[in-house]
């Protein structure tokens, strides 16, 4: 039995019809009920301050160093690792074939949050695969990486992100203004056509 392909669809960031049509197709899929609203999510507290480093005797030291552990965990992505450090959170993404190794680190310091240093880890692995001629496997990232839903300015919105041949994009759609399902529509057909863009 013969594997199943998943083909990308080739989107023309330059035909408006076809970016009226995206919208609609992504709105037609989005179920009735969608998140629920930000008052209703728990935002954790923040960490507390490090404490102050101890001067240790070295071979105490060395011991506790060696096992205080890495934090570092596999993802559903393929090659796309998680890594939480004292002093550096994000993901670290390691591409390998024929004997070519490239590997990168996405913090979410620098883009903004978790969510869109994924979203640009994901994107840098597969144009790297594609660069190095590595053939596609696994199942496709998910529809909603580099969408998500967040107040700005005292407003609801759906906020698109994305990074094209390292030039990262952002926009957003009012809740309140195009309708729950329109705007994260809205949101889901502008980052296809901006990543359509950087295929061209």
Partial sequence: MKPV????????PHDDAQWESLVREASARL????????????????????????MVEPSVQKRSSSSSGRKVKTTRYL??????YPKSQGYFVRVRWRGDARSKLFSDGVYGDRLS???????WRDRMNREMGKPKNG???APNVGIHRRMRDGHEVYEATWSVNGKRGRTTYSIKKHGLKEAKALAVAARQRAMAKGDT
């Avoid at 392909?5 to 023309?12: A, F, G, I």
């Avoid at 009920?33 to 490090?50: E, G, K, M, R």
């Fill in 79 to 84: 090659n796309i690792t998680r890594m939480d």
């Fill in 139 to 141: 199942a496709p990232p």
């Fill in 31 to 54: 179920p009735e009920n969608l998140n629920p609203p930000l008052s209703n999510i728990q935002i954790p507290a923040p960490p507390p301050p490090p404490c102050p480093p101890v």
């Fill in 117 to 123: 240093a994924l979203a640009a880890a994901i994107e």
């Fill in 5 to 12: 392909q998943h083909r990308r669809r080739v989107v023309n």
